[in-house]
């Protein structure tokens, strides 16, 4: 019995984990909008029309502590910034088609 109640705690701290990466109304519609490729801060912006610059500035600054995007900076005149998804970003693509998909039978009703 000790260990189906350890194994629920463990997992519930696994899904916590994972909901502190991704969390919010915003960090996976940032990264869906990053997924055809590099993308610069106003692009990320007009994908996401109700996104203000603010917020989005902060979801890019966790989204880069979480290690899900890198940020390049090119020493061009003026300075350019790109935001770009790392590898590990794309383990969360399933996650992200799940959501998609229970978004889709949730918006008809449910099952």
């Known amino acids: 019995m000790k260990e189906k109640s350890n194994d629920i705690v463990t997992r519930i701290g696994y899904v916590q984990n994972t909901l502190q990466a991704i969390s919010g109304k ?17 692009d990320i912006q007009r994908n996401i029309p109700q996104i203000t610059t603010r917020v989005l500035s902060k979801e890019l600054k966790d989204l880069e502590a979480s290690k899900l995007i890198i940020r390049i900076v090119h020493d061009s005149h003026p300075v350019s910034i790109e935001y770009k998804l790392t590898s590990y970003s794309f383990t969360l693509t399933p996650v992200v088609d799940e959501l998609i998909k229970w978004g889709k039978q949730h918006s008809k009703g449910g099952l």
């Not at 915003?26 to 106003?42: C, D, E, H, N, T």
């Open 26 to 42: 915003w960090k996976i519609p940032v990264l869906m909008s990053m997924y055809g490729g590099k993308s610069r801060f106003r």
